[in-house]
Nanobody, 116 residues
Framework: QVQLAESGGGLVHTGGSLRLSCAAS????????MGWYRQTPGKQRELVAL???????HYADSVKGRFIISRDNARSTVFLQLNALEPGDTAVYLC??????????WGQGTQVTVSS
């Protein structure tokens, strides 16, 4: 089992920045990637960014050039830097631990709200 604990999030104005953190514990070595999804009411959960054990990064087109995913292997922590935030980025952001190319583990979610 893997446990994911998120922190960060909050309320910012358009153009502002936030940094999300996700600390993994447990059988972290079983994960082949960690990432962030986001969800808004009535919409499907959307992959925002992902970073593999090999360090490959993947971003949704809607956040490319604005969000940056990084990791600290020593602390089994993944970060998501959110820049140039827009009201459309408002969502619950969920940390995800991927195993065997499937999103297997989830954090509790953290709210990001961008005001216009």
């Amino acid at each position: 089992q893997v446990q994911l604990a998120e922190s960060g999030g909050g309320l910012v104005h358009t153009g502002g920045s936030l940094r999300l953190s996700c600390a993994a514990s447990g059988k972290v070595d079983s994960l082949d990637a960690m990432g962030w999804y986001r969800q808004t009411p009535g919409k499907q959960r959307e992959l925002v960014a992902l970073i593999t054990r090999a360090g490959r990064e993947h971003y949704a087109d809607s956040v490319k050039g604005r969000f940056i995913i990084s990791r600290d292997n020593a602390r089994s922590t993944v970060f998501l830097q959110l820049n140039a935030l827009e009201p459309g980025d408002t969502a619950v952001y969920l940390c995800c631990g991927r195993r065997n190319f499937q999103p297997d583990y989830w954090g509790q979610g953290t709210q990001v709200t961008v005001s216009s």
